[in-house]
């Protein structure tokens, strides 16, 4: 079955840049989306279709995605940025919906 | 703008049956733009997929929980439902309804509600 994995945590100091991996084998023919979610709330999209941007969400955030790894990059960050992160994909073979393990952004 | 609104029984026994319900306001659930997902998360813990919902009436399981689940619409109400048989510990989490986009993208979720088994 499909498995995304990315790093349980990333630090980053205020004012720098985080990238948040999504693992697995050629992620890079699938559409990726990504989610933020603060403690006590529901997700929200950041990014979708590995790098486009809903309306609301700060051109800070950026995504790309290639080969075996999708990437959910955050510049310049602010302390607002602290949250759980979850990349997700579609498996067009099972028709199953698949979440990334998630990954805990920590501003320093 | 859509909403989406979890309700249910916050508490439910050990081998009952887990029953929520997703009302959904702002959009029909009979549209074919759309299609509808449950999602819940234990404490502390990730997100996981539980299965969906096409307008079609067709529904997807994730393997792991497919032997106990069971997602159905109620078009006239306008509002789907879940069902998780023979519960255990193992299914207390937080529960999410979502809408889902053509291109598989969650992309509205209702505030979630907890449901414990003890």
């Known amino acids: 079955s499909y498995v995304l994995t990315q790093p349980p945590s990333v630090s980053v100091a205020p004012g720098q840049t985080a990238r948040i991996p999504c693992g697995e084998n050629?992620?890079?023919?699938?559409?990726v989306h990504w989610y933020q979610q603060k403690p006590g709330q529901a997700p929200v999209v950041v990014v979708y279709d590995d790098s486009d941007r809903p309306s609301g969400i700060p051109e800070r955030f950026s995504g790309s995605n290639t080969g075996n790894t999708a990437t959910l990059t955050i510049s310049r960050v602010e302390a607002g940025d602290e949250a759980d992160y979850y990349c997700?994909?579609?498996?067009?073979?099972?028709?199953?919906?698949?979440f990334g393990t998630g990954t805990k952004v920590t501003v320093l | 703008q859509v909403q989406l609104r979890e309700s249910g029984p916050g508490l439910v026994r050990p081998s009952q049956t887990l029953s929520l319900t997703c009302t959904v306001s702002g959009g029909s659930i009979s549209s074919h733009r759309f299609s509808w997902s449950w999602i819940r998360q234990p404490a502390g813990k990730g997100l996981e997929w539980i299965g969906h919902?096409?307008?079609?009436?067709?529904?997807s399981y994730n393997p792991s929980l497919k032997s106990r689940v069971t997602i159905s619409m109620d078009t006239s109400n306008n509002h789907f439902s879940l069902m998780v048989n023979s519960v255990t510990a193992a299914d207390t989490a937080v529960y999410y309804c979502a809408r889902v986009t053509g291109n598989a993208l969650f992309q509205s979720w209702g505030q979630g509600t907890l449901v414990t088994v003890s």
């Open positions: 919902l096409y307008a079609t009436g067709r529904t």
């Open positions: 050629n992620i890079g023919l699938k559409s």
């Open positions: 997700q994909v579609w498996d067009s073979s099972t028709d199953h919906y698949v």
